[in-house]
């Protein structure tokens, strides 16, 4: 075969392994080239964040809104700090938003849900959300069951 | 017995000189390659080994991706967890089947070829004649050959892993009628750049050294008889075959740990 049909093969095999690289990246693993203009941290302290992992979604009223950026334990006071990455400019969350891990499927994958605020004020970069409420853990509310149910 | 014992001896003896041939035949043609001048030489076994395997592969891809999605369907189906086809299926491909897959059948299809290739031209005495040229035939036979195994097993497994994703999705969301974006959106959530797409491709440029080293070294190292052909590729299958899934073993162990 002439080289020159070689070279373009070449060249088109090439072109498509980068290509498929970039799908496995863009589609696959879901990395948003455009991602760090449009996006801020918010952070949450939780009593407890059981099973949630990085990565996890971030939604409000059932949308996803962001990810959980990382996830680190405060030894003094013994609470999860979550970092929350949240789409858009900041502005887009009232001051007194509130957050909750919730569990979704059956597969019992966590996400954290965010409850809307009423104040005028609006979290930046960075802030912490004060309302939260950790993961709910069963084991914990059996053992409440029990004690309830042998004090009665 | 003291038989056996020589015997014993003189197989590891033969073993291990044959390792450390390969070792310097490997060495060499590495040292050998950096020249742009032979680009045109790596170009056209590129074309060879990569772009001649892309059919086995893509055909392959695409079945092993449907019956993956269709297995893992019907499973997790009795659970009520269909969702989860997208990112199960996304994650065995990335981090084992596909550069498994792919070393094998880039084992079967393009390291075969490569023994049998250089064994000819051992057995004609094209190499010899070569060398009287005063051409090396490690840098003008070896060294191209395991370069583009190299880079070509890389940019298959990644062709490889797509079509199987996109054999899956016609599977899952298609035919059996599972939520296209719970499909995608699961398997973003959980699929991340370096731990599952990355450590995927690192084990595919392992397999890749393994297998080409392999086919061109039992190429070179052949009898140079007919028979020593086809002893030599048959070994070269066998032989990247069986090292490919146990080094997969090795390597998951080592990248995943206790499955994190």
């Known amino acids: 075969m002439r080289m020159r049909t070689v070279e373009i093969s070449v060249g088109a095999f090439v072109l498509a392994g980068a290509l498929a690289l970039i799908f496995l990246a863009v589609k696959v693993s879901g990395v948003n080239l455009a991602q760090g203009s449009d996006s801020y941290v918010v952070q949450a302290r939780f009593d407890d964040v059981a099973g949630l992992r990085l990565r996890a979604k971030v939604s409000m009223a059932g949308v996803t809104v962001g990810r959980v950026a990382g996830i680190e334990v405060d030894m003094v006071y013994g609470e999860a700090l979550v970092s929350l990455e949240i789409h858009g400019e900041p502005g887009n969350l009232s001051l007194d938003t509130g957050a909750q891990i919730l569990t979704e499927g059956i597969l019992g994958a966590r996400y954290v849900s965010l409850l809307p605020g009423a104040d005028e004020e609006t979290l930046a970069d960075g802030d912490f959300i004060e309302e939260t409420q950790g993961a709910l853990v069963l084991e914990n509310l059996v053992g409440d069951l029990i004690t309830r149910l042998g004090s009665s | ?158 062709v490889f892993n797509v079509v199987a994703i996109y054999g899956g999705m016609v599977v899952a969301v298609e035919w059996l009628g599972s939520d296209a974006g719970s499909f995608w959106s699961g398997m973003q959530d959980t699929v991340e750049l370096w731990n599952d797409v990355g450590k995927g491709m690192v084990k595919s440029v392992i397999f890749a050294v393994v297998v080409t080293w392999i086919a061109v070294f039992q190429g070179y190292d052949m009898e140079p008889t007919p028979e020593g052909i086809g002893l030599a590729t048959t070994r070269t299958v066998v032989t990247s075959s069986v090292m490919i899934l146990a080094m997969d073993f090795i390597l998951t162990l080592s990248m995943y740990g206790e499955f994190r």
Do not use: C, H
Not at chain 2, 2 to 18: N, Y
């Open chain 2, 1 to 158: 017995m003291i038989d056996f014992v020589r015997a014993l001896g003189d197989r590891s003896l033969d073993r291990l000189s044959s390792l450390g041939r390969a070792s310097i035949m490997w060495a060499t043609a590495l040292w050998g390659l950096p020249r742009l001048s032979e680009l045109p030489l790596v170009i056209r076994q590129i074309y060879n080994v990569g772009v001649l395997s892309l059919i086995i592969i893509i055909l392959s891809a695409f079945s092993i991706g449907a019956v993956i999605a269709l297995q893992f369907y019907t499973q997790l189906a009795r659970f009520g967890a269909e969702d989860a086809v997208g990112l199960g299926l996304a994650l065995v491909l990335l981090r084992e089947l596909g550069p498994v897959v792919t070393g094998l059948l880039f084992a079967g299809r393009a390291g075969s070829a490569v023994t049998a290739e250089i064994g000819l031209m051992k057995t004609t005495e094209q190499l010899s004649s070569m060398e009287m040229m005063g051409v090396d035939p490690l840098r003008r036979i070896v060294a191209p050959r395991l370069w583009a195994g190299v880079i070509s097993m890389p940019l298959l497994t990644a």
